[in-house]
């Protein structure tokens, strides 16, 4: 996705800045008070489509460790795919700790559930190679990329 297609989301923006009022002393003339600091800017709304990437990217963690797991030797591939996913312009610091985190859980996840190749990895899988295939389509053509 290029061209400022995926905004910056940042994690400071899940948490409401507070600022407290300075304190009063009543010894010190006004104008001998230090004037509030400036308030940073405030980060950029999430994009409308960051729980579907964030969903993508799972995904692709998880397909990383299956594919990988069940022989068929391509995870590499999906951690290339990430790479390129987390690398896209527009994408913030923040987003891009966004991504890697949810990559990492669903690689985490499997992992910690799956020592062997079974038909249930399988049937993941399958599902998930559909799903992404899909939700990657409908983000580039909804959101461009």
């Known amino acids: 996705m290029r061209g400022g297609s995926i905004a910056a989301a940042g994690l400071a923006a899940l948490f ?5 009022a300075p304190a009063k002393e009543a010894s010190a003339p006004k104008a001998a008070q230090a004037p509030p600091a400036a ?3 405030a980060p950029a ?4 489509y960051e729980p579907q990437l964030l969903r993508l990217a799972e995904m692709m963690g998880a397909l990383a460790f299956l594919r990988d797991l069940c ?4 995870g590499a591939s999906f951690r290339a795919k990430m790479g390129a996913l987390v690398n896209a312009d527009g994408v913030s610091e923040s987003q891009r700790d966004l991504l890697a985190g949810a990559y990492n859980k669903g690689f985490q996840d499997y992992e910690t559930t799956y020592r062997a190749c079974t038909p249930n990895a399988h049937l993941v899988m399958s599902r998930y ?8 389509a409908e983000l580039a053509g909804r959101y461009g990329g």
């Not at 709304?45 to 409308?48: L, Y």
């Not at 559909?130 to 990657?136: G, N, R, V």
Request: aromatic residues 0%; proline residues 17%; hydrophobic residues 35%.
């Open 16 to 20: 409401a800045a507070t600022e407290a």
């Open 39 to 41: 308030s940073a800017p």
């Open 45 to 48: 709304p999430a994009p409308p």
């Open 71 to 74: 022989g068929e030797g391509d």
């Open 129 to 136: 190679l559909s799903e992404t295939t899909k939700l990657a």
